[in-house]
């Protein structure tokens, strides 16, 4: 072997090397005296937990016990008991996550004393006293984002305006199933009161996606602002759940490991 080429192949070695290093890096197992290890996430309206598929490959992987809520939609009592039946399953302090409505239900169930920190992706977060309706007052929702409601009062996001409106940054393919697949939610539930409001006593994240047709950006950040979150922006449609996982999973991460230094 020449000298040219034998330097071509420590380079290749070397290249490699570092790129392995860098995916161990980027998904380093936590400390095993770490409290919080436990992640619970909830899905918003429209969708169901497997598109959760994404962040909770990437936490596990990182060593983190990852469970994911299955909402019925069908009222915001329903969807709180069963957040709680997952959380009463967990075995030690929780961060509890949830995209668009399923903010509202973590607001609600947070309260849960496992419950050591709240993240909300592109999620509501209405006060106690409040509805989920409230939130919009003063806001003009995008006209991408169109929900067609049935005569038995669930609602359809329209299927022509699904892509633009819910995930305009996933693929056609991921886009038609997500389409496809809806799951309806009962449109009453925007008008139910909450008796909680877990952010007023737990530490909260939020990941805001630049491009949401779901909400008024101006919306997110100040429901953002009011509960104190630690805010992380990101380029992504309301469907950043499943196109942005390790975004998400980051922010869980660190969400994970500041409640883990006040838990010690």
Do not use: C
């Amino acid at each position: 072997m020449n000298m040219k080429m034998k330097s071509v192949l420590v380079a290749t070695v070397a290249m490699a090397t570092g790129a392995a290093t860098n995916i161990l890096h980027a998904s380093e197992s936590i400390p095993a005296n770490q409290a919080v290890k436990n992640i619970v996430l909830v899905h918003g309206a429209f969708a169901d937990g497997s598109g959760w598929r994404g962040v909770y490959d990437e936490l596990t992987s990182r060593g983190y016990k990852v469970s994911v809520v299955q909402n019925p939609l069908t009222s915001l009592a329903d969807d709180v008991a069963a957040t709680k039946r997952v959380l009463d399953r967990q075995d030690g302090p929780t961060i509890l996550v949830g995209h668009s409505w399923g903010g509202t239900v973590i607001t609600e169930a947070g309260v849960n004393p496992k419950v050591s920190g709240l993240v909300y992706v592109s999620a509501l977060s209405p006060d106690a006293g409040e509805t989920t309706a409230d939130q919009y007052k003063g806001f003009s929702s995008p006209p991408e984002f169109v929900i067609d409601t049935h005569v038995d009062g669930f609602g359809f996001i329209d299927l022509a305006k699904f892509k633009a409106g819910f995930a305009a940054d996933a693929s056609d393919a991921d886009a038609s199933f997500l389409r496809d697949s809806q799951v309806p939610i009962k449109m009453e539930v925007f008008g139910t009161k909450l008796n909680n409001a877990a952010w007023r006593t737990k530490p909260s994240w939020a990941v805001i996606a630049r491009q949401d047709k779901a909400f008024d950006g101006r919306m997110l950040h100040k429901m953002a602002e009011r509960i104190g979150a630690k805010v992380t922006e990101v380029d992504a449609s309301h469907a950043l759940f499943m196109t942005q996982p390790k975004v998400i999973a980051d922010v869980i991460d660190d969400a994970a490991k500041q409640t883990s230094k006040k838990a010690k």
